[in-house]
């Protein structure tokens, strides 16, 4: 492993994890609903999810899901129908008598939302596929590729706990508690449109 090679990793992992998408939103919700506690743990169960996918990217097992056309659509379709439970969850929040968030998250439910998120994004394995492609060869030893992998799960854990911290911040919090209920709404509207492209995208064979 160059460092050249190692940094153009470093750059691509680090667009990849600051793009906006359901991943972002739900850091978000996670953080404003449960505070900054909840928000670092799904962004480390996220950073897991993700580094499960970059190790299987780099053994070679991701492959078989983006060839096998039916693991494949079968993955799509359990990320599109997970989006949309968590976005009608957001659209049907009600206020509560002292306008906090309503819905408040338990630990483990950060958790298991933080990793599904991931888990259920087939985009994952193709972007890894296409950026170890270019640095992974046969003459690389099994310690950089574990090296590369891992330097995708440390990035995207690292901006997500970045996301949970900044908008943790009680003079964020104090402000946007005041709007508790819209938050959820809006949270929940940006999750079932971007269930809704999955499965346009799904349905037009992309």
Not at 106 to 134: C, E, H, M, W, Y
Not at 142 to 161: C, E, Q
Not at 170 to 197: M, N, S, T, Y
């Amino acid at each position: 492993m160059t460092f050249a090679t190692w940094l153009t990793v470093v750059t691509i992992c680090a667009l990849g994890a600051m793009s906006p998408g359901p991943s972002l939103a739900l850091v978000l919700k996670q953080t404003l609903s449960g505070g900054r506690r909840h928000g670092v743990v799904a962004a480390l169960f996220h950073g897991l999810g993700i580094g499960i996918y970059a190790f299987l990217s780099i053994l070679g097992l991701a492959a078989i899901i983006t060839t096998s056309p039916t693991a494949f659509t079968a993955l799509q379709w359990g990320g599109a129908l997970y989006l949309a439970w968590l976005g009608f969850k957001g659209l049907t929040a009600k206020p509560t008598a002292n306008n906090e968030l309503p819905d408040i998250p338990t630990t483990r439910s950060a958790a298991r939302d933080g990793f599904l998120i991931a888990f259920f994004n087939p985009k994952v394995a193709v972007f890894f596929l296409a950026l170890f492609s270019q640095v992974v060869g046969t003459d690389t030893s099994l310690l950089a590729k574990f090296g590369y992998a891992a330097t995708a799960l440390v990035i995207d854990t690292g901006w997500y706990l970045i996301v949970a911290w900044l908008f943790s911040n009680p003079k964020w919090l104090d402000v946007l508690r005041q709007r508790a209920v819209w938050f959820e709404r809006v949270f929940g509207a940006v999750l079932i449109a971007l269930a809704g492209r999955l499965v346009a995208g799904i349905v037009n064979g992309r």
